[in-house]
Nanobody, 126 residues
Framework: QVQLVESGGGLVQAGGSLRLSCAASGSTIRLSGSYWFRQAPGKEREFVAAISGIGGSTKYADSVKGRFTISRDNTKNTVYLQMNTLGPEDTAVYYC???????????????????WGEGTLVTVSS
């Protein structure tokens, strides 16, 4: 059974940084696409960043490009999301997800993911 456990969320001031972690068990992240999504209050869940299994290609939403970096440590079976220059608009619950396909989806959607974590809350104060 695949389990994803996110950590690293919290309260940060605008301009600050956080690093989220997603520890996977029951599946090998290097054989799956790993994704981060987020959901702000009253909004739909939206794609943030992804890293492919084979090759480690990355993909970002335009809203976070240049500020967020996704990475993974295969030895720890963990995916990370380094978030810099945070703003109030980044406030959301951040979810880790896995997709069994090795390639990244051209238009990642929440409905396409195979497994989800329970999320970690990020709050950015102005």
């Amino acid at each position: 059974q695949v389990q994803l456990v996110e950590s690293g969320g919290g309260l940060v001031q605008a301009g600050g940084s956080l690093r989220l972690s997603c520890a996977a068990s029951g599946s090998t992240i290097r054989l799956s696409g790993s994704y981060w999504f987020r959901q702000a209050p009253g909004k739909e869940r939206e794609f943030v960043a992804a890293i492919s299994g084979i090759g480690g290609s990355t993909k970002y939403a335009d809203s976070v490009k240049g500020r967020f970096t996704i990475s993974r440590d295969n030895t720890k079976n963990t995916v990370y999301l380094q978030m810099n220059t945070l703003g109030p608009e980044d406030t959301a619950v951040y979810y880790c997800a896995l997709d069994a396909r090795l390639y990244l989806l051209p238009s990642p959607s929440a409905s396409a993911m195979d497994y989800w974590g329970e999320g970690t809350l990020v709050t950015v104060s102005s």
